[in-house]
């Protein structure tokens, strides 16, 4: 049994792995900075702490006590692309939170230390037609999404000279857009898959007449299970590989596809309004040849399966939501 330290347990990805390694058996201490009421996801065998990991103060009273074996860093201002280009301050801001616990980890000799990552990280210009199978050495030379892809590949970097100057070990993941149940779903800062499942149950319930959508639709992403990235998450952490991967689907489909998909689930014909909106790059996708050599990893969840189940989490919540206000 490993002594685990949390960071962002609070927010969607982050509450997952919590469970899972409750699950594990591993003695897991849990960090956010929202209220504990406002946690995605709430483990009462996990030791739940309210902080600003950006104050360096904070980092060294969380990693007090006995030594840690594992900080798993998923702490994080960010959202969807709308929250992205307009908060672009904001996300660059998150690189204290890595710089602060990376020193406590020093200071308190952590063992391994794991940072997400993001596939905004990548060239633009590999981005800007039809979808390509990005490699994790297409970061270089480096034009990533501006804020908040240059903060994730500064913070990259801080990892590997963490290793080199003072022999911890870390480990790095690029997630692509990572989407199930427990995550963001209305506020703003929700992606796309959520989003157009609550766009759509609006027409289910009456709420609304047709879908927004941002630009023509043609725009392609991959889409992976939070449940399949938490384990690749966890067997990466397990492994000897230093360098950054990608941890994604390598099959990409356009949005108007991924409504269509939703649609199918709701069982219901949708007239769609395109508007102006962020768009983000043309085309994405995932090359997971690297995390696949390392730890065996494959996604094991179909699209179909996980939107099913991120729709229906989404209806339940809607409907709670829907209870209290009128209560």
Known sequence: MSRVLVAGAGGFIGGHLV??????????????????????????????????????????VALW?????????????????????????????NVLINTNLLRAAIEHDVQRFFFSSTACVYRHDLQQGHAIRLKESDAYPADPEDGYGWEKLFSERMCRHFTEDFGLETRVARYHTIYG???????????????????????????????????????????????DCVD???RLMASDHRDPVNIGSPDSMTISELLT?????????????????????????????????????????????????????????????STSMTA
Not at 208 to 217: I, K, P, R
Not at 293 to 306: A, F, H, I, Y
């Open 19 to 60: 469970k899972r390694l409750v699950e594990d058996g591993h003695e897991v201490v849990a960090v956010d900075i929202k209220p504990l009421g406002q946690w995605w996801l709430f483990h009462r065998e996990a030791r739940n702490l309210r902080f600003d990991l950006s104050d360096s103060r904070n980092c060294g």
């Open 65 to 93: 006590g006995p030594r840690f074996d594992e900080v798993y860093n998923l702490a994080c201002d960010m959202g969807g692309m709308g929250f992205i280009e307009a908060n672009k301050t904001a996300c660059m801001l």
């Open 181 to 227: 149940p427990n995550e963001t779903w209305i506020g703003g800062r929700e992606k796309v898959p959520a989003a157009f499942c609550r766009k759509v149950l609006d027409l289910v319930h009456d709420l609304a007449q047709d879908v927004e959508v941002w630009g023509d639709g043609q725009q392609e992403r991959s889409f992976l299970y939070v449940d």
């Open 232 to 234: 690749a998450t966890v």
């Open 261 to 321: 998909e939703v649609e199918r689930i709701a069982q219901i014909d949708v007239i769609r309004r395109h508007v102006d909106g962020p768009l983000g790059v043309r085309g994405r996708s995932a090359d997971i040849t690297r995390i696949s050599d390392v730890t065996g990893w494959k996604p094991q969840t179909s699209l179909r399966d996980g939107l099913e189940r991120t729709y229906r989490w989404i209806e339940q919540q809607s409907r709670y939501s």
